[in-house]
């Protein structure tokens, strides 16, 4: 029976990954909307998928923040680093979490974890475009910054986008807009309806969407019923090489409604 359960998650996996034309998915059975464990396998699984895909040499891994992402950063265990040294950065300046599920926050859990180094970047939520510009030009954010633009691998999560907004405080007039504009996701900052097109942005420093397309490990993790209006209008146009990390509630209402 093990067997066949496995094999069926195996196909799962595989037509999932076919649907969003990606490289990998990988599938964990349960609902994490219900149960908090499936988030924990989560993180084990970014773990191994760490432990297996970052080269020899120097790795810089740029991190979001999120609830996902701090339970996910919770399981990630010491990386080999005889021949690795692997430097965690959070993938963008602030945009509105609260500390303990900022990108900051961590990038920096996941360093420890992983016995890697850490960098953080400092900016304040709430900045004049005056003040953004300043301090674009202190050599201590812009060194940062250089890294995050380094970055080979990326590990982030996705959300509902009129639940992001106002969990970011997000303006009454703000969120209309987005409803208005049917969205229906969020990931790094930026907006989506359910095609997969972008309808806004909060402008903040570090990791574009462009940068992501060239990086050669991309981990998306996000799971449960309530998220899957959001993943699949993501996913349509993520790149290719992305893994998402998912579990099987989300899986199977995603195959359902293709
Ligand atoms: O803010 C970082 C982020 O990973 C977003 O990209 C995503 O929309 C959100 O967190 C998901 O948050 P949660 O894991 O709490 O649903």
């Not at 499936?38 to 773990?47: K, M, Q, Y």
């Not at 810089?60 to 692997?86: D, Y």
Request: a negative charge.
């Amino acid at each position: 029976l093990l067997m066949e359960q496995f094999t069926g998650m195996d196909q799962l996996e595989k037509q999932l990954a076919s649907l969003f034309e990606i490289e990998r998915c990988l599938i964990v059975s349960g609902n994490s909307d219900e149960q908090e464990k499936v988030i924990g396998e989560f993180g084990e699984l970014v773990d191994e998928a760490l432990q297996r895909q970052l080269p020899e040499g120097r790795n810089i891994i740029a991190v979001m923040g999120g609830t996902t992402m701090a339970e996910v950063a919770r399981h990630v265990s010491p990386l080999e680093t005889t021949k690795r040294h692997n430097l965690f950065v959070p993938a963008r300046g602030g945009i509105g979490e609260a500390v303990s599920i900022q990108a900051n926050s961590v990038s920096a859990l996941m360093a420890a974890n992983a016995h890697g180094e850490h960098r953080a970047l400092y900016v304040p939520e709430q900045l004049s475009e005056e003040a953004y510009h300043t301090l674009l030009k202190e050599p201590s954010i812009r060194t940062v910054l250089a890294m995050i633009k380094e970055a080979n691998c990326v590990v982030h999560s996705i959300g509902r986008a009129v639940h992001m907004a106002a969990r970011r405080k997000m303006s009454e007039d703000e969120i209309v807009r987005l409803k208005q504009k049917n969205a229906v996701a969020e990931s790094f900052g930026y907006f989506f309806d359910e095609h997969g097109a972008i309808v806004h942005k909060v402008p903040r420093i570090g990791l574009s969407l462009e940068d992501i397309q060239k990086m050669p490990t991309v981990l998306a993790v996000a799971g449960g019923k309530s998220k899957v209006k959001a993943i699949t209008a993501y996913m349509k146009n993520a790149p290719k090489q992305t893994w998402l990390i998912t579990d099987e509630a989300a899986a199977n209402e995603i195959l359902k409604g293709k």
